[in-house]
């Protein structure tokens, strides 16, 4: 087997001129976009800063139970749906819906500014592996290096500051939270610190509500219900603090809360942060504000007097374990210089681009999740707006899925963690409002979630239905808990925390199930997020009857309930013998007389015939219900409804129509939807385009992809696309094979990944040349122990141990893909 690919690195040549040029850093805790200009900037966020309280999506549910809307009314929805009444339909859902979810926050910036820096011979590089940002340039012809990283095992966002001749700076810290309080001050050993302490709103609304008021604080005295913390006592506070040290002198200036720095020729500065909403996520007792500034100032201070060559080794090593566990290859020449950004972008060369963008997506997965804060969210870790786009929360209808879909399959398992997390919160608030609103066991969610488990239908009574009633978002979230299980077989966690969650998303789709008068179960209301329908007599809706996308999810979500528990030696639960009653009984899906999949049950076609939202086949992907080999009429009516539906959109829907073309073997035209994602976005970064999907995305200057405006879904869905075009997994058995180049370009005939996970259990090391197989590695990744694993390339079939290099070319001689 060949080495390993080699290292991404990435270069800038001119400071960020807006956010969309910045470079990003972070931990899953902390995130920074490296501007580096010549105030030094950095925007800062934390993962755990959000609007909102603990106890709102509660007083939200009774809010709209006081409304009167509860299972008598849902079944008035129904009559209304067999009438096909879509004025009555659309009035009633309405008052199922809650207000919004709440709003992920920034933080403010960080400054160490130093006046002015030449822009000529001006570098920004970040390495891919090692987490960092090294910046290169001249200040009143001195030179100066900085580099900066968030370093996980530190807990803080570093920067160092080298000069080859005494400089000045000046260290701010800015916030556009309301700010409670803040502390600058220099200690008799030199130290110099800096702190604020600020306040998030109780309560926000999402950007695309411009007459709803934007944000509620809580006040001392008596505020409206809508601003009320509800009694729970959660105090929604943060610390953020800095510490410097340097070989010149410091000190503060007076009234102005900044730290100057003199005859500087190095700096060491740390950012910490500590927020009660991160401390309320683990689990943990709320902190008074004391605490919490005394508790980020003391580790800053910690940081800043530590060894920076001893820190910047602790986080890389860190960060190299993860980064390192998977890369990729296209033939593209060697070379160890770094790769500049301008002249990617401009290259007609995809190889290159596609390389970077796989690349990409996993440093980013790994500098925004991680392990006790909550999961990646519409921009990752990363926000400079109080009224974010789709106030950057979790959408549950693709795009929060979207997000992981990169974990399991390219080694950072542990990075799905988060989104499990939230699934609990979720699945916890989801009971209350199953029971309350539809009289159904189990959880439910819908379009919308936060970090406070939010589970309601959003819209706050006046947005269409097509997206704001969905109540089958907790069973796409299950498809999650179930990748955790098939990737790892770790039989603990399968019993002790994903079967439970699966029972539940179950116990409500076989309650959210209805019965014809054939007696087939479908489902009603039934919605396909986000299109709208038109019938054969011309009228038009959002709500019909049993659409595939819910058809889709309820079969897979009771039949992975079924094998969890078999797994697990679970036999005794009643609700295993209500599944295996329903599941012959559920509709199936129907292909039209055009040889295109049906998005509904009855023979409505949709409005939008190149819709964004490829809801109807997500039988294909994520899910395994549709396959090239085991469903063929399936797959071909699949193929039939991509053709139909059109490339282009935005940087998610190319995500998730490049994965779909992966599992259909289609290749070529993968490659020409990678290339449209990844072309330089046109437009003005900083408006946003309308959400229909009329105004195509691409790629920011910084490579971050757009709706537009940017979502980080884009990034992470095409490095996820990438890997199932290389490798294909089945699921549930071990004798579907591992897909060997499923869906290779011509354009790419030689390559090399390595680290690809499948369902089987093993990691795929990959060599290719002329578009076949001539080196594979399979390694064990979940304590199986040496075994076979059947392996396929161009519908051929082989046996393969695991543990030692085989020459793929032998086992495949004379076919081709």
Known sequence: MSTAPRPVRLRWTAPAARWGEATPVGNGEIGGMVLGDARGRIGLNDASLWSGTPDGPRRALDAVVAGGAGPERLARVRDAVARHDDDEVERLLRTFEGPWSQEFLPLGDLDLDLGRIDAAGYERVLDLSSAVVDETFLLDGVPVRRSTWVSAADGALVVELVADAPVSAVLRLRSPLRVAGSDAAVSDGGLAHLSLLVETPVDGAPKHEPDAVAHVWREDGPVSDRAADGGSGFDPSAAV?????????????????????????????AVTTETNARRWWRHEPQAPRAELVARAARRAQEVAASDAGALRARHEAAARELLGRSGLELGVPDDDEPVDVDALLADADDRALARVIYAYGRYLLVSSSRPGSPPANLQGIWNASMRPPWSSNYTININTQMNYWLAERTGLGELHEPLLDLIERVAGEGRAVAGALYGARGWVAHHNTDPWGYALPVGAGHSPTSWAFWPMGGLWLADNLWQRWEYGRDRDELAGRVLPLLLGASAFALDWLVTDENGTLGTSPSTSPENFFLRADGTSGAVSTSSAMDLSLIRATLERTLAAAEAVGVADEPLLDEIRAALPRIAPLRVADDGTLYEWGDDSVSLEPHHRHMSLLIGLHPLHAIDVERTPELADA????????????????????????????????????????????????????????????????????????????????????????????????????????????????????????????????????????????????????????????????????????????????????
């Open 241 to 269: 603090a800095a510490a410097v040290r340097t070989d010149g002198a410091a000190a503060v200036v007076p009234g102005t809360h900044a730290v100057v720095i003199t005859g500087a020729r190095r700096v060491l500065l």
């Open 638 to 817: 699949a193929r039939r409804t991509l053709d139909a539906r059109g490339p282009g959109a935005m940087g998610w829907s190319w995500s998730w129509k490049i994965a779909m073309r992966a599992r259909l073997g289609d290749g070529d035209v993968a490659r020409d939807l990678l290339r449209e994602a990844t072309t330089p976005y046109p437009g003005d970064p900083d408006l946003d385009a309308p959400p229909d999907g009329s105004e195509w995305g691409g790629l920011l200057p910084n490579l971050f992809s757009t709706h537009p405006p940017f979502q980080i879904d884009g990034n992470f869905g095409l490095a996820a696309a990438i890997a199932e075009m290389l490798v294909g997994t089945g699921e549930g058995t071990p004798d579907i094979p591992v897909r060997l180049l499923p869906a290779l370009p011509a354009a790419w005939p030689d390559g090399r990944i390595t680290g690809v996970r499948t369902r089987a259990g093993v990691a795929v090391d990959l060599d290719w040349h002329g578009g076949r197989p001539v080196a594979l590695h399979l390694h064990d990744v979940v304590g199986a122990g040496p075994r076979d694993v059947v392996v396929s390339f161009a519908g051929q079939s082989r046996t393969v141990p695991t543990g030692s290099p085989v020459a793929a070319a032998d086992l495949f001689a004379g076919e081709t893909s």
